[in-house]
């Protein structure tokens, strides 16, 4: 099944670490064949691509100890002089993992047609991405003018914070990105450090925007990340930040998670319209963080929605905006 990941514990196969894998293609003896694309998804993490006994394209380097491009999508244009009209054609695709045990094509989806139409959809899912992000940053600047503005609303400074690092975060985890020559190691190095940070930075501004003391449990979690962000400011290993992401810092979330519904409920409690409107929005930031990190783990295959999910919690905001600047206008 295209995605999927290669279950090696199914079978009994603990020791391989690359795979072929094939697909078969009949064209019709009449199709029109000039510039022709097949879009293989996201592959963890090298591929050499095959049609018919020739490399169509090839993404990072095979027994390299650093991870090549295991986000990115693949998308390679078939020569017309290799297709078998009215016949099979062969498809091939040698992986090699490098996280281990995930390997094979485990995330986007798989499709083959004209060129034109294959590059402009994939182009077109990332530039509405870009759009909803330069929204979102502006949402940022706009809190941090506040904060200078008035600069005993702590909340301003820390939400203006928080919408940048998610903004950040996203645009790493952009496919446009690959147009330029970044270096994929330090960008995965920033990205688990933004991975570290961001969720205690956004409990932090629940905390301060209803008026909750900085409490021992808090403490405790924002002192553990804290180490965890100078150890990967330190050292430069993809396979350790993946292990300690999935092992220590995603259980450490559900206590921000906890703290956050506590925050709201309790103010919910006191009828603040602000912590309706915020656990409104909150609820559906909360469920694509649960879908983005169940589909991490390959539990589940399913698209990243985090970018998409962050529009309801910035139109909560303005609506609880909207209520304090008619609130401020009646005092």
Known sequence: KIPSQFNKAKHDKPDIHKIWIAKSLL????????????????????DRTYFNGVMIGATGEFG????????KVRIYEIPDNLIRKGAENLLLIEVEEYFYGTIGIDQDKTEIGPSR?????FI????????????????????????????????????????????LYQIMRNQLRNEFEFDFVLMKKCEYMMIVTVVPVFTHFI???FKFQWNLVEKIADGTLGLIFLYELVVTDIRQYNFINANI???????????????????????????????????????ALVVDTLSTRGIIIFPKIMGYSFFFFISSLAIILANRSVRLHEE
């Open 249 to 287: 810092v995603q259980p450490i979330w559900i206590v921000y998670m906890v703290l956050i519904f506590y925050f709201l409920i309790v103010r919910m409690k006191e009828k603040n319209m602000d912590a309706v409107f915020i656990f409104s929005g909150f609820v559906v930031i909360f469920c």
């Open 64 to 71: 390299k100890h650093y991870p090549s491009a295991y986000d």
């Open 207 to 209: 905390r301060h925007f």
């Open 117 to 121: 139409a294959v590059e402009k959809s």
């Open 27 to 46: 064209f019709p003896a009449t199709v029109k064949t000039n510039s022709i694309s097949i879009r293989l998804g996201v592959i963890s993490d090298r």
């Open 124 to 167: 077109n899912t990332e530039y509405v991405k870009l759009v909803l992000l330069m929204i979102y940053f502006v949402v940022g600047v706009y809190y941090l003018f506040l904060f200078a503005r008035r600069r005993k609303e702590k909340e301003n400074l820390i939400f203006g914070i928080f919408t940048i690092m998610l903004v």
